[in-house]
């Protein structure tokens, strides 16, 4: 990934993550084909809601980064203003979701919840590797 205002840390982050998270787009299409057929608003629904992910953590990651280079009482007010950021964000996304008859509203929202999961499984399967 090309992004230069990104440290290698947050780029190597996003690098684990997106993968992953398309790979778990294409098996909840998959798995709504039976219930929804060939709808445009379940993988439109399902990018969206990655690139709201990927753009979260990227936000996430760089306000990290920032905010420990300030003094204390500027770093909380810096961290939660880009919370705040954030947040109407993925807010927006959210309702975008439910605005647009061309999205899926659970297609958009799902990607969301990815990162936890993810991160879990990877921990789960490095702890049974034993590294």
Do not use: C
Request: net charge positive; hydrophobic share 55%; aromatic share 12%.
């Amino acid at each position: 990934m090309r992004i230069r205002f990104l440290s290698k840390m947050v780029k190597d982050e996003l690098a684990f993550l997106v993968p992953k998270a398309l790979l778990i787009d294409l098996v909840v299409f998959l798995a709504a084909l039976p219930f929804f057929g060939l709808d445009t608003g379940i993988p439109l629904g399902l990018l969206i809601g990655t690139a709201a992910m990927t753009v979260n953590i990227a936000v996430l990651g760089y306000a990290t980064e920032r905010t420990v280079e300030r003094p204390l009482k500027q770093a909380k007010r810096y961290m939660f203003s880009f919370y705040l950021l954030r947040m109407v964000f993925l807010g927006a996304v959210i309702v975008a979701g439910f605005k647009f008859e061309f999205l899926n509203p659970a297609a958009v929202y799902l990607p969301l919840l990815y990162p936890k999961p993810i991160h879990t499984a990877d921990a789960v399967l490095k702890a049974r590797k034993g590294g």
